[in-house]
């Protein structure tokens, strides 16, 4: 297993040091190439910067696939990313670790499963948190309450309605709006379907754990053919941490509407 840091600066070494090296001269298994990502390491990034890491991420993921196809013996080597937040640590200017609640925060909502929407489009086959227990940045349940947080929500959800890597079940769909959300469509085997939209529309250019703007998008289903019933989960800022939230029953019908009223993300799935 190899290892590449989040950090544009420490990617660039390891994609033209170390990583070719290791791929054409291994001679152990591999099982999985890990890459760990941060979107920042400086509490004071805006909300734009950090939604701007994703793509290049994804195109990483990208390049160390090619990378793996010099080695017959890694071509079909999967990547995962086992170590992954919003920030890595700290700066205040000092050295001294300031938290940044983004990591908890309803921006995560749209930050994490617009993440999971492109690296899956890439590639990439696991996409793991940083831990389980901790704080308002890294954590899914904080420790201090005990109580779970907006993190643990979007992870269980994220699981629960893709159980398995997007891959070759992404399925394509006519949206009104492109450019301010993210949109993720994959059939199950049991012919379910699950539509994904997450609101990542920064209000402001100088947001840091900003509001967003609402958004509504009208999602074409079809040419996916007729549904029994339609199941429908949104986190976001009005989501209760603790108790979680609350699936609600949607008419089926060939176009759904589908409205965020900031940093969110809604699940719709959809039963034949």
Same mark, same amino acid.
């Given at each position: 297993?190899?290892?590449?840091?989040?950090?544009?600066?420490?990617?660039?070494?390891?994609?033209?040091?170390?990583?070719?090296?290791?791929?054409?001269?291994?001679?152990?298994?591999?099982?999985?190439? *890990?890459?760990?990502?941060?979107?920042?390491?400086?509490?004071?990034?805006?909300?734009?910067?950090?939604?701007?890491?994703?793509?290049?991420?994804?195109?990483?993921?990208?390049?160390?696939?090619?990378?793996?196809?010099?080695?017959?013996?890694?071509? !079909?080597?999967?990547?995962?990313?086992?170590?992954? !937040?919003?920030?890595?640590?700290?700066?205040?200017?000092?050295?001294?670790?300031?938290?940044?609640?983004?990591?908890?925060?309803?921006?995560?909502?749209?930050?994490?499963?617009?993440?999971?929407?492109?690296?899956?489009?890439?590639?990439?086959?696991?996409?793991?948190?940083?831990?389980?227990?901790?704080?308002?940045?890294?954590?899914?349940?904080?420790?201090?309450?005990?109580?779970?947080?907006?993190?643990?929500?979007?992870?269980?959800?994220?699981?629960?309605?893709?159980?398995?890597?997007?891959?070759?079940?992404?399925? *394509?769909?006519?949206?009104?709006?492109?450019?301010?959300?993210?949109?993720?469509?994959?059939?199950?085997?049991?012919?379910?379907?699950?539509?994904?939209?997450?609101?990542?529309?920064?209000?402001?250019?100088?947001?840091?754990?900003?509001?967003?703007?609402? /958004?509504?998008?009208?999602?074409?289903?079809?040419?996916?053919?007729?549904?029994?019933?339609?199941?429908?989960?949104?986190?976001?800022? !009005?989501? !209760?941490?603790?108790?979680?939230?609350?699936?609600?029953?949607?008419?089926?019908?060939? /176009?759904?509407?589908?409205?965020?009223?900031?940093?969110?993300?809604?699940?719709?799935?959809?039963?034949?």
């Amino acid at each position: 297993m190899a290892e590449n840091a989040g950090f544009r600066w420490r990617w660039t070494d390891a994609a033209h040091d170390y990583l070719p090296t290791f791929i054409s001269n291994v001679t152990a298994r591999v099982d999985v190439l *890990a890459n760990h990502f941060y979107a920042t390491w400086i509490h004071t990034a805006t909300d734009q910067t950090l939604f701007d890491t994703i793509p290049w991420i994804a195109q990483n993921t990208k390049e160390i696939y090619s990378m793996l196809q010099i080695n017959p013996a890694l071509k !079909n080597v999967p990547v995962w990313m086992t170590e992954n !937040n919003v920030n890595a640590d700290f700066d205040n200017g000092s050295g001294t670790f300031v938290l940044d609640p983004r990591g908890s925060s309803p921006f995560l909502a749209a930050w994490r499963p617009t993440e999971f929407s492109q690296l899956g489009q890439a590639g990439q086959r696991a996409l793991y948190q940083w831990v389980f227990v901790g704080d308002a940045q890294f954590g899914e349940i904080n420790y201090n309450s005990g109580n779970k947080q907006v993190s643990y929500w979007v992870d269980y959800w994220l699981e629960q309605s893709f159980p398995s890597p997007p891959g070759q079940n992404i399925l *394509a769909l006519n949206v009104t709006e492109s450019t301010s959300v993210e949109v993720l469509a994959t059939k199950r085997d049991d012919g379910t379907v699950v539509v994904m939209v997450a609101d990542h529309d920064v209000h402001a250019p100088a947001d840091n754990n900003g509001t967003s703007d609402p /958004r509504t998008v009208i999602l074409d289903l079809s040419a996916l053919g007729n549904f029994s019933s339609v199941s429908q989960i949104t986190i976001d800022a !009005n989501t !209760n941490p603790v108790t979680g939230p609350v699936p609600v029953p949607v008419k089926p019908a060939s /176009r759904l509407s589908v409205t965020l009223n900031g940093y969110g993300v809604n699940f719709l799935t959809l039963t034949p």
